[in-house]
Nanobody, 126 residues
């Protein structure tokens, strides 16, 4: 079965950096777009970034554009989220998700993604 396992979360001071990883198994990774979402306490899960099957197209939420960067390594079945200039507002559980299809552009809607990881906590202190 499909498994997505996130890692790399932790506690960091404002202005610091973290890199999240999501290792995928049980699927043909290069057939899937991948995305990162996050959920803060008391809030709905929200889109952060997505990357298409080849890595040639990415999309970001306005709140993270210029600070976070998504990438993938299809040889390692892994997607990454490089997080720079972190702010306390970035504190959340971060989830990776997989969407079957070799579309040119990745999609943003939570409901579209059928496969999810268990999440990794990111806490940014002020």
């Amino acid at each position: 079965q499909v498994q997505l396992v996130e890692s790399g979360g932790g506690l960091v001071q404002a202005g610091g950096s973290l890199t999240l990883s999501c290792a995928a198994s049980g699927l043909t990774f290069s057939n899937y777009a991948m995305a990162w979402f996050r959920q803060a306490p008391g809030k709905e899960r929200e889109f952060v970034a997505a990357i298409n099957w080849s890595g040639g197209s990415t999309v970001y939420s306005d709140s993270v554009k210029g600070r976070l960067s998504i990438s993938r390594d299809n040889a390692k079945n892994t997607v990454y989220l490089q997080m720079n200039s972190l702010e306390p507002e970035d504190t959340a559980v971060y989830y990776c998700a997989a969407d079957l299809g070799r579309r040119s552009a990745p999609r943003k809607l939570v409901s579209i993604y059928p496969y999810w990881g268990q999440g990794t906590q990111v806490t940014v202190s002020s």
